[in-house]
């Protein structure tokens, strides 16, 4: 018997919920439009009110995946059959406070000073914000809209009509920039393969469980029974899963507790009360953080060639070191699951979670891997979620409290392999996440774990600790970065310091915003 709503599995309501935040478009052709009010406040709720049946609820998005799924498991082919498009809206602090002087009652400080900022300390190159594309300090657009298709035809059609819209309102779009799924860059003499980011890997696997019931009567996240679960840790969706409390995402829900994962935390306050964090129309509403991340493709390999050719190690070429430093092998099958080879089964959706670092690999069949000696330490997925793994903020269970929902989509051509290029071309990440703290969740992520050598668990006898994210870590203080990898007979140290590329991911853009529950945005137009 499933049982009834409580403060720890609330009822949603996704009729007033965007369906990007908690359902994720996840459409192969997508959009991101920048607008600007020109401090217009009549204008903008022009443009808002126009726009606001646009808006895509939770519901429309869960029930298109829910047939979706239930036609392909009937037939290979009905997938092609069923394709929309769907729109988001989210709002810079700037916009917000021209729309209503209830901004004001926003807490969050990084939203409110937005993410140039911010730059500095994620570890951006000192300056950098004032050559970005977009999100330049004091040129943060008020309005950035999210459209997102399975046609590129589709997804252009509405975009021309999105532009038409906001012209015809007194308002002006000031960014444009189309993301593709590398596959629509196929053609007779490459065929590049669905769901990768430019350096060739799967992207978006790992999303976490998000815990509340759906006036259908069903789980939001659907659960299977863990054989082994004693009720001691965080509770588990499906294997590798964890479930973490809507209120990580929304506001004005429970939030995790860090020592107790499956009680009902505490409810921020919304309203005008002096603890408040936020109006209190922002509940069902998220923050959105974009970052626009041009990727050095041939930096990157050039990287991974040079250290595992200078490493002289026995089955360390630059694929298998790529993948050490990613986690996980270019067809998403983790290191932990597949150590030396990629393994394309070990990516499919029974095993590519399936896994653990520490001693919760035992009830899998697999290594303790505490120490880092399968999967480094330093590697991109273990820094960002450290799993069953002790950290600086205490017991496994506080790391739910850190978990954001990655909604992003690659821009740019692919550059294909075996090809260099003389000049960095423009390709790389449309990263998008949701989170109810901007500070606690991306923020924590970027400049607390992904930035640290010693951060979140140094289970080695350095003192200088295992090592930065190398993927997409940075260290702002002299930008050399360094990873140990601890094969069986040595610990091989990577590291930048010899290498003319320091980094082959650099922000040129982006900003921080507010997704409006669909029933704020009707009031925001009034």
């Not at 009720?231 to 995402?249: H, M, N, R, T, W």
Request: proline fraction near 7%; glycine fraction near 8%; aromatic fraction near 8%.
């Amino acid at each position: 018997m499933t049982p009834s709503p409580s403060p720890l599995e609330p009822l949603l309501d996704w009729n007033d919920i965007q369906g990007s935040i908690l359902g994720g478009f996840n459409k192969d052709h997508q959009t991101l439009l920048g607008v600007t009010f020109h401090g217009d406040r009549k204008a903008a709720k022009n443009f808002i009110s126009k726009v606001a049946p646009r808006i895509t609820d939770l519901e429309k998005v869960l029930d298109f995946k829910a047939e979706r799924k239930a036609r392909l498991a009937r037939s290979n082919a009905a997938e092609d059959a069923m394709v929309a498009t769907w729109t988001a809206i989210t709002f810079s602090f700037g916009g917000l406070s021209i729309l209503t002087s209830d901004a004001a009652l926003f807490k969050d400080t990084e939203f409110r000073q937005g993410l140039a900022k911010s730059s500095s300390r994620l570890g951006d190159p000192a300056g950098s914000p004032s050559s970005w594309r977009i999100g330049q300090e004091g040129h943060v657009p008020d309005a950035l809209l999210i459209v997102a298709s399975d046609l590129d035809s589709d997804r252009e059609e509405v975009v021309e009509e999105l532009i038409n819209q906001i012209m015809n309102s007194g308002v002006s779009v000031e960014y444009r920039e189309d993301g593709h799924d590398l596959s629509f860059y196929s053609d007779a003499d490459h065929k590049y393969p669905s769901g990768r980011e430019h350096f060739g890997f799967k992207d978006g696997i790992s999303q976490p469980g998000i815990r509340g019931f759906l006036p259908s009567g069903s789980y939001l996240t659907p659960r299977v029974p863990i054989t082994w679960d004693d009720g001691s840790g965080p509770e588990y969706a499906d294997i590798g899963k964890p479930l973490v409390c809507v209120g990580q995402f929304l506001l004005g829900y429970a939030q995790q507790i860090d020592t107790f994962p499956r009680q009902a935390g505490p409810i921020q306050s919304l309203g005008n009360e002096s603890n408040a964090i936020a109006p209190a129309w922002a509940k069902n509403g998220s923050f959105l953080v974009f970052r626009r991340l041009s990727q050095d493709v041939q930096g990157f390999r050039n990287f991974a060639a040079s250290q595992a050719d200078q490493a002289k190690q026995p089955l360390l070429g630059a694929d298998r070191l790529a993948a050490l430093l990613v986690g996980r092998w270019p067809s998403g099958a983790p290191v932990i699951r597949s150590p030396l080879v990629d393994t394309p089964p070990q990516a499919d959706s029974s095993a590519a979670n399936a896994f653990a670092f520490g001693t919760e690999n035992t009830n899998l069949s697999l290594p303790d891997d505490t120490d880092g000696k399968v999967c480094p330490v330093a590697a991109h997925i273990r820094k960002v979620n450290p799993r069953d793994q002790d950290t600086d903020q205490g017991a496994a269970s506080a790391t739910l409290m850190r978990r954001i929902l990655r909604r992003g989509l690659p821009y740019g051509p692919p550059l294909p392999p075996g090809q260099t290029e003389a000049v960095r071309g423009d390709r790389g990440l449309l990263f998008l996440s949701y989170q109810s703290s901007i500070a606690q969740q991306f923020e924590f992520l970027a400049s607390q774990w992904m930035n640290s050598a010693q951060l979140p668990t140094n289970p080695s006898g350095y003192p200088e600790g295992l090592g930065f994210d190398m993927l997409v870590g940075q260290n702002p203080v002299d930008r050399e970065r360094f990873a140990y990898l601890r094969l069986p007979n040595r610990d091989v140290k990577l590291t930048t310091t010899v290498s003319n590329i320091k980094e082959w991911i650099t922000a040129t853009g982006g900003g921080y915003f507010f997704a409006p529950s669909l029933s704020a945005i009707c009031s925001l137009a009034s």
